[in-house]
């Protein structure tokens, strides 16, 4: 149970995290055009096609002692932010990037900017044009996008192995935990913990799916 | 009122240069008229503040003299701070909210009050759609939202960029009807954008030209519309094919006829034969007894006479079905490009088009300063301010 709930906890504060980088990052790309626009955009769908395995081996030197983690971790006291949780955290949002990215850049470019300057000149602030405009107009997108985000983070595997190791309570997340009782040849325990993940990552595209076609207009994914 | 543009913006190879004062004396409307993709929408975004340009906007009413934009003391009031509001081309309407939510947004972030909304809400006929979605409205009920949504936000000036560029004809009309009276009814000054001649000779109290040299845009001085149409120098002159006249000492008569005077010449409006032709004329309006009861108070009237509804007689006809005629002397001969003969005739001070064939300017025999009379089979009425 320490596994599941790890890795729920993971998922949440990743897709959190996400969002808030994600914004402001999606609206940018969605509404700007610049030189090397391009570059930028492929930096954050390399996640996409590296393997999880060479993306995990830079982050683990990255975190580590002598990488900017472990510079970081000093302030408090520690020597790496590899195998930790915060590791792992910045991990997942690293790994997961794309995918939350990327359906709020499509929300947003189909919302256009127009939206946004009707509400500024009807005397709405920055704040409240957000508030009461963008936001419920791009639902749909934040859905898909937490969804998106959330699953992905929950079948995270390569990148957790390399940076994060098996260490139970702090790192050890299901889908290592599965590979563990794999190894020991305990079927009936990894049965269980498999069937859960399918079950939950099928919950959740069941949702995306079955939202995106009450609000096709605003369009998503 | 008045507003101030001292600004260029630029952005890429485009340039926009604006060097005028706008100045409405009472509520008016002034027309900003520039051919497609000249820049009119940059125009407007300069001064509701969606645009960052360089230089100068400031607005003064009464003795207040505030500054929007000043970039040598690096001050740019954001756009939600400044009491202009805009109607877009393509209604822009909240996709997420339904009618009246659409209204409540501009409602709850203004001063207006509960009788401005019950007011707007009848004057513009929007009670029965209250509760639709907006992909249920049609595109000219549309577009009466957004005009609703717009005078419901209380700005000192109100912007309307070509809000009847996607309407089909019976909507444009429709919409038309309302844009008049946002000047009288509400009181606004209203800034008027749009690329088509009908609509700035139905609306336009001052006309704004943009024109484009060397891939530069400058912004014109205002003129008033009347000016305009009689100076043959000027681009629109016999463009509109429109003349307008105005009309002094009106006066509702009991046999139901509007009768007023051009110069010292009598003419009366029957109100069931004014023209539905022409995209400028609004037979709706006229029919409607309140608006008429409006026009008629005013007692100046705008009349906006199409110069293919009027004809050329060498001696006034007494037996004709046609009611008004005016009698002038040719002052300007001139031959359009489809063949036809555009006269201009002066009637008092003022000048009437008159467009006939070639044929008829053989038969007739026309000559410069030759008395003739005009014979008007249709006539817009509008109210002059």
Redesign the interface.
């Given at each position: 149970m320490d596994a599941l709930l790890l890795t729920l906890k993971l998922a949440f504060f990743s897709t959190v995290i996400l969002i808030i980088i994600a914004t402001p990052l999606a609206w940018f790309l969605a509404h700007n055009t610049f030189k090397g626009k391009f570059l930028l955009e492929a930096i954050i769908a390399l996640p996409l096609v590296l393997p999880p395995t060479v993306l995990g081996f830079y982050l683990l030197i990255a975190l580590g002692p002598n990488g900017p983690g472990g510079f970081i971790a000093q302030l408090w006291g520690d020597r790496t932010l590899a195998f930790s949780f915060s590791g792992l955290l910045i991990g997942s949002v690293i790994y997961s990037l794309p995918f939350v990215v990327q359906p709020l850049q499509n929300g947003f470019s189909l919302i256009g900017k127009?939206?946004l300057?009707?509400?500024?000149?009807?005397?709405?602030?920055?704040k409240?044009?957000w508030r009461?405009?963008i936001f419920?107009?791009a639902k749909p997108a934040y859905i898909s996008a937490a969804t998106l985000g959330f699953a992905h983070t929950l079948g995270e595997f390569g990148v957790v192995l390399m940076i994060g190791g098996n260490i139970p309570g702090e790192t050890q997340v299901i889908s290592i935990k599965i590979f563990e009782q794999v190894e020991a040849l305990q079927y009936q325990d990894a049965h269980v913990l498999s069937a859960i993940l399918l079950g939950l990552s099928f919950l959740m595209l069941t949702a995306i799916y079955a939202t995106r076609k009450s609000v096709s207009?605003?369009g998503m994914l | 009122m008045n507003l101030e543009l001292t600004f260029s913006l630029k952005k890429g190879r485009f340039q926009l240069n604006a060097n005028i004062q706008i100045h409405w004396q009472q509520p008016s409307t002034h027309v900003i008229f520039g051919k497609s993709g000249i820049g009119k929408s940059h125009l407007l975004r300069c001064i509701c503040g969606l645009e960052n340009p360089t230089g100068v906007i400031s607005w003064h009413e009464d003795h207040n003299h505030v500054h929007w934009l000043d970039s040598e003391r690096r001050m740019n009031m954001a756009c939600h701070l400044r009491p202009v509001t805009m109607v877009f081309q393509d209604n822009q309407l909240f996709s997420h909210l339904n009618v009246e939510e659409n209204l409540r947004f501009a409602f709850d972030r203004a001063t207006a009050n509960e009788h401005d909304w019950q007011h707007c809400i009848d004057a513009l006929k929007l009670r029965d759609l209250l509760s639709h979605q907006v992909q249920q409205l049609s595109g000219g009920q549309a577009q009466r939202v957004a005009l609703a949504r717009a005078i419901l936000s209380k700005p000192k000036l109100l912007i309307l960029d070509e809000p009847l560029a996607s309407l089909d004809w019976q909507s444009k009309q429709d919409v038309m009807d309302y844009i008049k009276r946002l000047n009288h009814e509400w009181q606004l000054p209203v800034l008027y954008v749009t690329h088509d001649i009908h609509e700035v000779l139905t609306l336009a109290d001052q006309v704004i030209m943009l024109h484009d040299k060397n891939a530069m845009t400058q912004v014109q001085t205002p003129r008033p519309l009347i000016d305009i149409l009689q100076d043959e120098n000027h681009p629109f002159y016999g463009l509109g094919k429109s003349s307008i006249l105005i009309a002094h000492n009106t006066q509702h008569q009991q046999d139901g006829l509007l009768h007023c005077q051009v110069g010292e010449q009598l003419m009366r409006l029957p109100i069931a034969q004014i023209s539905d032709k022409g995209a400028s004329l609004s037979s709706k309006e006229h029919t409607h007894p309140t608006n008429l009861k409006t026009v008629a108070e005013e007692n100046k009237l705008r009349l906006c006479i199409a110069a293919n509804d009027v004809s050329l007689a060498l001696s006034e006809a007494k037996d004709s079905s046609i009611v008004n005629t005016l009698q002038g002397k040719v002052s300007r001969i001139e031959q359009t490009t489809s063949g036809q003969y555009l006269i201009q005739l002066k009637v008092d001070d003022q000048y009437l088009l008159s467009e006939i064939s070639a044929y008829s300017f053989k038969r007739l025999n026309i000559e410069m300063w030759q008395p003739l009379f005009a014979q008007i089979k249709g006539v817009a009425l509008q109210r002059c301010r």
């Open positions: 127009k939206p300057e009707v509400a500024y000149t009807l005397n709405a602030s920055f409240d044009a009461t405009i419920p107009l207009k605003t | -």
